[in-house]
Structures are given as structure tokens and as C-alpha cells.
């Protein structure tokens, strides 16, 4: 309490200011995920001192995070290579090895490894950045969910963090598809679920070692498509363990959250006759303590931009949001965590243009309009691809189904020659 107040008075001295830089800017991040964590390093690398980070949860293993990410090359992890810590991300991530096939008649359509991609587990990667966040003395504060934010008519822009307002800059909403600060913009809109199924997570035992052993599933990830619904599953070198789940269309388990771990697996147990090696062998193995919580996945509309060009349009102009509290997608291109950190690439480049400038609260709406319209579209197209390909590794039509083997067969057969 003592620490908020003195803060408060030391914002209010910086905007005495004549001559202002980019350090003074009052930068409050809600929500220290991949997409809020990157931008607050990106900033304070710029010179931007005074940023703080919320955080809702109460540390960084309140809650299991186990599946893991693969950062593209020309997306999260160029991000990654251009804040130069990709050397503290190397040594825990591994190149990805992405397999696919026609679960029904097991036919393999394609194989192919990227080395120029990053696959991480995403608690892992969070943890990284939060060491890096440590180590530049950026406040980060656990146990801080944001309430809610206010305008006055004097241009003035507050943040309400337990109980208490504090006066900032730049508000800028990190928080997830849940977040708070799209809620007070938009409504509680509920998020779209579009999938459900089983997950589990199988460790290394005398009953699993055959598993460990199969060059199909080791250091790789795998997409099973089957008629209607799907199974993914990945074998992670470093952590040892084979995550893998199952994606069913919502509509097909409308009482999904009713579902206990035991009916999950009596439904993945049901399909395992419908999936041939190595998908057939995992799903055998799989006992129920192996289960983890559900799989829902979920995401949301994309909301139309306003007229002056902004997704955030509110008084002072000076809110936006980024990753999946702006466009909250399906992991089915793996593209969720990586548009995350290209929305954090994006605006700590334009905010970057402020360094040299005598900055005004004008110079910071602008920049939001431009940031806006880049990350609106490219997170619209992202949602709407990303649905696109759960459709096609799920459906239920034999020509779909045939032109999806054709062309995935192309791909991976072209990629082989050109590699
Ligand atoms: C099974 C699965 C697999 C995936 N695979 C991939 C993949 O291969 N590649 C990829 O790019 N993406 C993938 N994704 C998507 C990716 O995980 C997300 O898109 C990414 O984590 C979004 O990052 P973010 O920083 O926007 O939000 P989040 O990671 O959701 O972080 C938001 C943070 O805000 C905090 N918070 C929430 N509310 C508040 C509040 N009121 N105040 C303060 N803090 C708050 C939360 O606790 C959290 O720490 C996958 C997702 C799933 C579910």
C-alpha cells in the first residue's frame, strides 16, 4: 500500500517534465504471459523504465501450463532472436519434427523437421522470460489481478489494481482470453468453444518404455485425423514425457464440463479401435491418472475495428490489448503464442519511435491506431486459418478428406526435395 502511493506521487512529478523521454512513460501491463512478458523486456531494453506488470496468479507454478509451443521462425521466434535471448531459450527448447497422418488407414502424409523453428514448453518458455524480466529489474507483481481501468475528462487514464488507482500512460492488456480489460471494453461476451476432448500426459514407466522407444512418437509431434475428430500428441525431449490429446467439436458433448477424467478416457477408449500406431498405441497405454484437465478450446469472434481505425476505442485512446486478449484463436496452427509475440514485436517498435521525441499523450494514441490496424489483421486472418484447419483434421467428408491427403502428400513431399 505504502509502495503504491509513493509510486503515484513519483508519476505524478514526471509529468512535470518539459523535456520527456520514453523512460517516463507510464506503461502498466496486465498479465504476464508469453505476449506481456516480451513486450515489457522489448521496452525496458528501449529505455522505457517505468513499466509494471500485473499478475493475477500468485507465482509462476499456480497453475499446470504442461503442453508445449513450437516459435516460428518468421514469427514468435524472430521475436525471440531480436531481443538476442534466443541463447537462453535454445538450451530448453528442441527443433520440431511434424508428422501427420490419415488416422483411419494410417497412411503417413507428412514428415517434416524445421530447424529453423523453436519447440518449447510453454511454462518453460514463461519461466525464461520471467528470469530475463527478474534480471532487468522490471516490476513484475504477482498476486495483482487488474480490476479495471478509468478516464476522465482531463485526458487522465487509471488503472485499479486491489482497490487502489493508479494514474498511467499506457494501459495495455496482456491478460488472456479472459481478460478484464476487453470485458470492460466489449461486454462479457462468453468465448466461442469449439473443441473438447481427453488430454493426458504419459511418463516414462517399465508399461510406457515402448512408447519412448518408437521413432514415431520420439522428439516429434503428431496429428492423427480421423472422421470427426482428431489426436495430437508430442514427445518432448527435455521434459521425457508424451503429451497428447483428443479434439472433438463441442456440439458432439454439449454437458463437456460435466465430464469427469474417468468418461474422458471411456471416450478416447472408444476411439482407439478407430486409430491405427502410433496414436492406437497411446490412448492403450494411457491409465486415468495420466489424465490432465480437459481439453477446451476455445476462441472468439473477431470484433470489427471503429471508424478512427481502433479495436480499443475508448476516451483517452491510450488502452489496447494484445495476444489472446485481442484475438484469442485455436492452437490448430500453432499460431495462438506466435501472433502473441509478434503483437508485442509490433508495438515496442512503434513505441520505439518516441525514444528521440519530446513525446505527447497524442504521439501515443497515434501509435495505437497503427499497431491496431496491423495486429486487428493479421490476428483476424490468424482465427479464422486456424479454424480452417481444425475444420479439415476433422472432418467428416471422404472428397475433403482425400484433397486434405493430396495436398499435405504435396507439401511434405516438396519440402523433402527442397530440404
Ligand atoms: C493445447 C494448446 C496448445 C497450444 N500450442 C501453441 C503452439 O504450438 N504455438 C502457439 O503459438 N500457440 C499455441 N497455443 C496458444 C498459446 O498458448 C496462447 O496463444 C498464448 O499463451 C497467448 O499468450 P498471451 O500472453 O496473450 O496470454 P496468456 O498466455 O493467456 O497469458 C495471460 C496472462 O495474464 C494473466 N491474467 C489474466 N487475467 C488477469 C488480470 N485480471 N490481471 C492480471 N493478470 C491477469 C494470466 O494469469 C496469464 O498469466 C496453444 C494453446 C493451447 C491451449
Known sequence: MKFLVQRQTLKTQQHLYLVRTCSDIIVDLQGAGPGGLGLAIALKKMGFNNITVYEREAGINSRSQGYSMTLHEHGGYAFIKRLDIQ?????????????????????????????????????????????????????????????????????????????????????????????????????????????????????????????????????????????GYCLFFSHHALSDEIFWSMSFPASEFPSYHEKTREDWLQIAKSKEETFKSPAHHLIRATRVEDLEEALILKDRDPRPLSTAGRLCQTKTGRVTCLGDAAHAMIPFRGAGGNNALLDAWKLSELLDSLKAENWSRDDLSRILVEYETEMHKRGQDAIISSRDNAKLFTTQSYLRSTARNVIMRGVGLWSQLTS
Open 87 to 227: 541463447d537462453i531459450i535454445i538450451p530448453v527448447s528442441t527443433t520440431p519434427l511434424f508428422k501427420a497422418w490419415d488416422g483411419t488407414n494410417n497412411s503417413k502424409l507428412y514428415q517434416q523437421a524445421i530447424p529453423s523453428n523453436r519447440r518449447i514448453v510453454r511454462a518453460q518458455l514463461r519461466g525464461c522470460l520471467i528470469d530475463i524480466a527478474r534480471e532487468m529489474q522490471i516490476d513484475l507483481r504477482w498476486n495483482s489481478p487488474v480490476e479495471g481501468f478509468r478516464e476522465d475528462d482531463e485526458d487522465n487514464l487509471y488503472v485499479t489494481v486491489h482497490g487502489i488507482e493508479e494514474r498511467v500512460d499506457l494501459l495495455i492488456a496482456a491478460d488472456g482470453i479472459s481478460s478484464k480489460i476487453r470485458s470492460q471494453l466489449f461486454g462479457d461476451e462468453p468465448p466461442n468453444v469449439q473443441y473438447v476432448g481427453p488430454a493426458a500426459k504419459i511418463k516414462r514407466t517399465e508399461e510406457t518404455e515402448h512408447l519412448f522407444e518408437d521413432p514415431d512418437i520420439i522428439d516429434s509431434l503428431g496429428l492423427h485425423s480421423n472422421y
